[in-house]
């Protein structure tokens, strides 16, 4: 039996075919920064250890938790824009500007990598602003501006732990 190729349908949402390109490729450079982001926290989750254990065991939780429900949003958003969003290691590796960490690094590094890693999620989704405020797209301002009070708050919140 042959299985009939169904044509996709045109978008038209106001956004032209151009702006949502655009924006999709950053949503998706969002989106591998968003999940090197909640790797790297859940790997730490697994691997703190010292005196802060039970403490950054939690708070890593948490903040893994939150990342891994976010993830779903950026790529809904990426397909409701009429794009495939990215989904392997291969495209999130060149898609992120956050490296992934080598070995297992010291409770106190761990919240500095972290703390780097949220604030360079939070650039990325600030870079969008001006052309999804240019194209008029309210849904993808929306998410951008909850992702970045996340990434800031958190940040913010790493950050304290570090201060003598």
């Not at 989106?31 to 939690?58: I, K, Q, R």
């Not at 939070?122 to 999804?132: D, G, M, S, W």
């Amino acid at each position: 039996m042959k299985v009939k190729k169904s044509k996709k349908s045109a978008i038209d949402i106001g956004i032209s075919d151009d702006e949502r390109k655009k924006i999709a490729h950053g949503l998706s450079t969002l989106l591998a920064d968003s999940y090197t982001l909640y790797l790297m926290t859940h790997n730490f989750h697994w691997n703190v250890t010292g005196p802060m254990f039970n403490t950054l065991h939690l708070m890593f939780m948490a903040q893994y938790t939150e990342q891994w429900n976010a993830l779903d949003l950026i790529a809904e958003r990426i397909r409701a824009l009429g794009h495939p969003a990215p989904g392997t290691y291969e495209e999130f590796v060149k898609l992120a500007s956050i490296k992934e960490v080598q070995g297992v690094p010291k409770a106190t590094q761990m919240i500095q990598l972290l703390v780097e890693a949220q604030e360079a999620t939070a650039r990325t989704a600030r870079k969008l602003f001006p052309l999804v405020e240019a194209a008029n797209d309210q849904p993808t301002a929306d998410l951008l501006t909850q992702r970045l009070e996340v990434h800031e708050k958190t940040a913010w919140m790493l950050r304290s732990l570090l201060e003598e």
